[in-house]
């Protein structure tokens, strides 16, 4: 699966570009959350992950506006992936723990759906990444009423047009293996079957805890587990070029290298992800059409 993604852009934006998309070989396109957001600033990319409901449409596109980009994809043989935050919610401006005035209520002033309000400070410690925050508010997805509102939104998008969903920060929320059921509890109760599911693990270095995710989705990540199959590998992505602290390490890289390092990749990896960073127009590169051609013409 060839994924092609751009944050930020917006559903008319990206509904125009469809037929190019298709053209130069990706499978799917990642689209941004669609969900209502605490501010709706497209100068600034990170605050697309700071939703405040499970609700569809904000800034990036209406429901109707999902509906027809999901038809023209289908029409074309292209298929439509939601960025999916389940993991947390917008932060109140002074306590980052804190969900912000705007979350919806009803999550908001129910303390029982929220994770404890401390943050994440040993990631190598797999009870302190699954019950703590990673500075927002995280929500606890172990309860069944936070479940239920989250599986009904993701078959919300299913009916939309929806057919597969990349889980945002995935690492954070518990396996079976540590007592928990809700990926297997959430996969089951999804609408549709053949959806390609694919879960946020980076960073994570146990090829068991990578395995195990793997039995409910594929595993987006820098570590590979014991089957090369169910990864989804990247050369950059939106944090690597646009985060200002250590982790925008590849900010600086050439388009040149972004895509040989890219066309490389995708000769090794059947599942890749491909950023197309902001005004740059890299992924319309006539090398990564012939490279996708070739990796079909092999199959």
Not at 138 to 151: H, T
Not at 188 to 215: C, H, M, Q
Not at 216 to 238: A, C, F, P, W
Request: charged share 25%; glycine share 6%.
């Amino acid at each position: 699966m060839r994924i092609i993604y751009s944050l930020p852009a917006s559903l008319q934006e990206t509904k125009e570009n469809l037929e190019k998309i298709k053209e130069q070989g990706f499978d799917a396109i990642q689209i941004n959350p669609i969900q209502p957001l605490k501010e709706e600033d497209k100068s600034v990319w990170w605050k697309v992950f700071q939703p405040i409901s499970f609700q569809i449409g904000n800034i990036y596109g209406t429901k109707e506006e999902l509906i027809e980009l999901c038809r023209i994809g289908e029409s074309i043989g292209l298929r439509v992936y939601e960025d999916a935050i389940i993991n947390h919610l917008g932060a109140d401006n002074n306590n980052p723990f804190l969900p912000h005035e705007k979350v919806d209520p009803t999550l908001r002033n129910n303390p029982a759906y929220w994770k404890e309000k401390v943050p994440v400070t040993n990631w190598k410690n797999r009870q302190d990444v699954i019950h703590h925050c990673i500075n927002l508010p995280g929500l606890n997805v172990y309860n069944k009423d936070v479940e239920n509102m989250i599986v009904n939104f993701l078959n919300e998008l299913i009916d939309c047009g929806v057919t597969g969903f990349r889980f945002d920060a995935a690492k954070s929320i518990g396996l079976p293996s540590e007592g928990y059921d809700f990926w297997p509890s959430l996969i089951y109760r999804l609408k549709k079957y053949g959806l390609y599911l694919y879960g946020e693990v980076i960073f994570e270095e146990n090829p068991e805890i990578i395995d195990e995710y793997a039995k409910y989705m594929h595993v987006l990540g820098n570590y590979d587990g014991s089957n090369r199959q169910e990864m989804v590998k990247y050369i950059e992505t939106h944090d690597t070029y646009l985060s200002e602290d250590s982790l925008g390490y590849s900010k600086n890289w050439s388009t040149d290298k972004i895509i040989d390092d890219y066309c490389n990749l995708v000769k090794y990896y059947e599942n890749t992800l491909f950023y197309v960073r902001p005004n740059d127009n890299t992924w319309l590169d006539g090398r990564i059409k012939k490279t996708h051609e070739l990796i079909r013409v092999r199959k």
